[in-house]
T-cell receptor
């Protein structure tokens, strides 16, 4: 149980285009999902907290208009990188909590999406 | 703000050697503490957790004890295997309603046969 998927696993795009990444909780409901960014050989940096049915909460320094987050249902959150540039190239990871399981601490992570902007 | 510091890697060990990966934290309140593992080409997996002082988390032969007095959560294993080769992340969960995770920088473990 508690499986989180991401799609696509890898994407290459041209500079100036937009890319959408999906994060799904496959066997549980997630009122809250998190989006992280991982640089090579670095740790995960929290970008934003995605709340089902409401606006996302962004961390300081993360551009809201560049990284659009939508959490339209209890099993799906999307991250859209708008007008992508080479500096946006990174590994994007989502996670979710299974609040119905009564464990408010543990997050379950997706396998990540490797974005390369040419 | 909250922060997690863990030893830099890579850590290279021979099979059956003892492992310790140090982790210390700075946080307000009483966070929950975690170790996540990332195997090559895979996503992060929860390895173990502890939610209060003196709790010991354990899984797959790995252990870590929540030490409030030293603000530490060191990861230990008595006998590592080649299959334990991965990157290990120490993390804490904040005490706000959202329970966001703050991660350490990760420690790469390489176990040689």
């Amino acid at each position: 149980g508690a499986v989180v998927s991401q799609h696509p696993s890898r994407v290459i795009c041209k500079s100036g285009t937009s890319v959408k990444i999906e994060c799904r909780s496959l066997d549980f409901q997630a009122t809250t999902m998190f989006w992280y960014r991982q640089f090579p050989k670095k740790s995960l940096m929290l970008m934003a907290t995605s709340n089902e049915g409401s606006k996302a909460t962004y961390e300081q320094g993360v551009e809201k208009d560049k990284f659009l987050i939508n959490h339209a249902s209890l099993t799906l959150s999307t991250l859209t990188v708008t007008s992508a540039h080479p500096e946006d190239s990174s590994f994007y990871i989502c996670s979710a909590r299974d609040v119905l399981a009564g464990d408010t601490d543990t997050q379950y992570f997706g396998p990540g999406t490797r974005l390369t902007v040419l | 703000g909250d922060s997690v510091t863990q030893m830099e890697g890579p850590v290279t060990l021979s099979e059956e050697a003892c492992l310790t990966i140090n982790c210390t934290y700075t946080a307000t309140g009483y966070p929950s503490l975690f170790w996540y593992v990332q195997y090559p080409g895979e996503g992060l997996q929860l390895l173990l957790k502890a939610t209060k002082a003196d709790d010991k988390g354990s899984n797959k032969g790995f252990e870590a004890t929540y030490r409030k007095e030293t603000t530490s959560f060191h990861l230990e294993k008595g006998s590592v295997q080649v299959s334990d080769s991965a990157v290990y992340f120490c993390a804490l969960s904040d005490q706000t309603g959202r329970r966001a995770l703050t991660f350490g920088s990760g420690t790469r473990l390489q176990v040689q046969p």
